[in-house]
Each structure stands twice: as C-alpha cells, then as structure tokens.
Nanobody, 123 residues
Framework: QVQVIESGGGLAQVGGSLRLSCAASGPANTVYNMGWFRQAPGKEREFVAAVGQSNVWTNYKDFVNDRFAISGDNGRNTIYLQMNDLQLEDTAKYYC????????????????WGQGTQVTVSA
C-alpha cells in the first residue's frame, strides 16, 4: 500500500511564502513521479507542478509565473513546493500525487494521492 503525506500548509499574507512537503512510501525500491495539484472551493482541481523520477524533468502551470519552485529527493520519494509571493488566488487545498509510471500534468493519471494540506492567503 502506498501512502502519500503532505505537510507545510498554513496561513500566509499576500506576498509571503510557504513551503510544502510531500513524502510517498510504498514497496521497497519503488521511485515515484510526483506532482502538486490544488483545488479551491467551488473550483476544479488544477495542476500546479510536477517532477519526474530523475529530478531532471519539471513542469509548471502557467499561473505559477516563476513564483513557485518544485524540487525533489526522489531517492527518498520526497518533494517540496516552495511558494513565494503568494496571492489571494493561491488559497486552496494542495494535494500531492505520485505514480510509478506517469509523469505529467493530468491528475487522473496519478494513482496515489494524499489527503491535502490547506493553504490560506490573507490580505
């Protein structure tokens, strides 16, 4: 059974920063492609950023606009999302996803999901 656990959410002011962490654990010797998604109230889940198993490939949604940076220690199946210059519209629940094979922007292709961590940005 694969577990995906996020941490690091919380409250930030506009212009502030937060760092999210995610760890995936499962069968030994498995390395995951991992990504971040978010869902705001009343909106659909959207892709934020992803990193491949090798840490060479990364992908960001355009709204990130150089404010967020994803990094990973895939040897430990752990990724991070550094979020800077947070804006009100970044308020959402952020979910981490992992998959043994798929690396990309489509949430439905990721097999394993965490419970999410709330990020709230206030003025």
């Amino acid at each position: 059974q694969v577990q995906v656990i996020e941490s690091g959410g919380g409250l930030a002011q506009v212009g502030g920063s937060l760092r999210l962490s995610c760890a995936a654990s499962g069968p030994a010797n498995t390395v995951y492609n991992m990504g971040w998604f978010r869902q705001a109230p009343g909106k659909e889940r959207e892709f934020v950023a992803a990193v491949g198993q090798s840490n060479v490939w990364t992908n960001y949604k355009d709204f990130v606009n150089d404010r967020f940076a994803i990094s990973g220690d895939n040897g430990r199946n752990t990724i991070y999302l550094q979020m800077n210059d947070l804006q009100l519209e970044d308020t959402a629940k952020y979910y981490c996803a992992a998959d043994e094979n798929y690396a990309g922007t489509m949430g439905q292709r990721y097999t394993h999901w965490g419970q999410g961590t709330q990020v709230t940005v206030s003025a």
